[in-house]
């Protein structure tokens, strides 16, 4: 089976940077997404990588190196509102998608 | 508002009930889904539904059975659950199933099996 795997919790204060990482082994690789999703609310797409590198979004910035199986997440200036849980989600050869467990992230005043 | 709307929130249901989720989406997309999320387990791939046609049942028990009578509905049909089946049952949908497509999903119903 597919094997995906990042931190189950992660605490920063607002304002600083905070780096969720993820690192897959998988049977093929099509693509690597992450999600958010707060308590209680549906998942929400954040960004997508299928070529190694580094996409910025705004605050948030993911990168990939296929190589290595390994992606991270970059949340920068974080705000209270940034508080849930990070999914890492990887599509195999086959087209399927394959999620980690997530990563919850605490944001403290 | 992600366009993916589950029916309903919450749902307690004994072991003998018969229930049933619905999804519905308003983005016109083609493929449908059934995940369950459990606390601190990845989301499991149960249903794919793609324009109508069921392309993927990832070895789910027969006590639930899915049922998509169109592109922008999906129903869950659940009979004699067992307790180890409370979870959270979230529904989505894509424009197809390709590499890039990324998944819009509802807020999910939170089933409790007593």
């Known amino acids: 089976g597919q094997n995906i795997d990042q931190p189950t919790e992660m605490t920063a204060t607002e304002g600083a940077i905070v780096q969720i990482n993820c690192t897959y082994q998988t049977s093929g690789f099509n693509g690597l997404f992450w999600y958010q999703q707060h308590a209680g609310e549906a998942p929400t797409f954040l960004s997508y990588n299928v070529l190694d590198g580094l996409e910025e979004k705004g605050r948030f910035s993911s990168f990939l190196s296929r190589s290595k199986g390994y992606s991270y997440l970059l949340l920068k200036e974080l705000q209270m509102k940034d508080s849930a849980s990070y999914l890492c989600a990887v599509r195999d050869r086959d087209y399927k998608l394959s999620f980690g467990a997530g990563t919850t992230v605490t944001v403290r005043a | 508002e992600t366009g993916v709307t589950q029916t309903p929130r919450h749902l307690v249901m004994g072991m003998t009930n018969k229930k049933s989720l619905k999804c519905e989406q308003h983005l016109g997309h083609n493929a449908m889904y059934w995940y369950k999320q459990s606390a601190k387990k990845p989301l499991e791939l149960m249903f794919v539904?793609?324009?109508?046609?069921?392309?993927e049942n990832n070895s789910v028990p027969s006590r639930f059975s899915p049922e998509c009578p169109n592109s922008s509905h999906l129903f869950l049909h659940l009979h004699t659950l067992q307790p180890e089946d409370s979870a959270l049952y979230l529904c989505?949908?894509?424009?197809?199933?390709?590499?890039?497509?990324?998944?819009?999903f509802g807020s999910g119903t939170q089933l409790s099996v007593l």
């Open positions: 539904y793609n324009f109508k046609e069921q392309t």
């Open positions: 989505a949908s894509s424009q197809g199933t390709g590499d890039s497509e990324k998944l819009f």
